[in-house]
């Protein structure tokens, strides 16, 4: 939402609590295009302008992880399936880690994260696809 829109938002809302004339426009406005009067909005990470390639180095081994945009990914969260947005993690090169090396993938791709001043998701399911690990959706 726009700061213009969250300032006009915000001061119906106030009008609204103190029951003053304005209920009306409050509503009229909330719902011809101005959503969100009364709530505020979760807040989203800037996405990265480009995609980034960070080194790092996990048990003496060296791996890139690439940081780009991608589709969301999924995570078990209180034995469901929920959706997880944010930036995919691909541990390079490619090969470099087996299918049986999950838990070692998800530390590299962990480390990659933060170190690019991100926040990683350790919920997000990784999958191994191509001969390579990528983690969708799990840096914020």
């Keep these: 939402m726009p700061a213009e829109t969250a300032f006009v938002c915000g001061l119906l809302t106030a009008r609204r609590h103190h029951a003053v004339k304005g209920r009306l426009a409050a509503l009229v406005l909330c719902t011809t295009g101005i959503a969100g009067c009364g709530t505020t909005p979760a807040s989203q990470p800037a996405p990265l302008a480009r995609a980034a390639q960070v080194p790092v180095s996990v048990q003496g081994e060296a791996y890139l992880v690439d940081i780009a945009p991608g589709p969301d990914g999924t995570a078990l969260s209180g034995g469901q399936v929920v959706r ?10 490619d090969g470099a880690l087996t299918n049986s090396d999950g838990r070692l993938a998800k530390a590299v791709a962990e480390q990659g994260c933060t170190a690019n001043g991100m926040r990683f998701n350790p919920l997000a399911q990784g999958r191994y696809v191509g001969g390579a690990w990528s983690f969708p959706g799990a840096c914020t």
Excluded at 84 to 93: F, K
């Design 84 to 93: 997880v947005a944010g930036m995919t993690l691909r541990v390079l090169p």
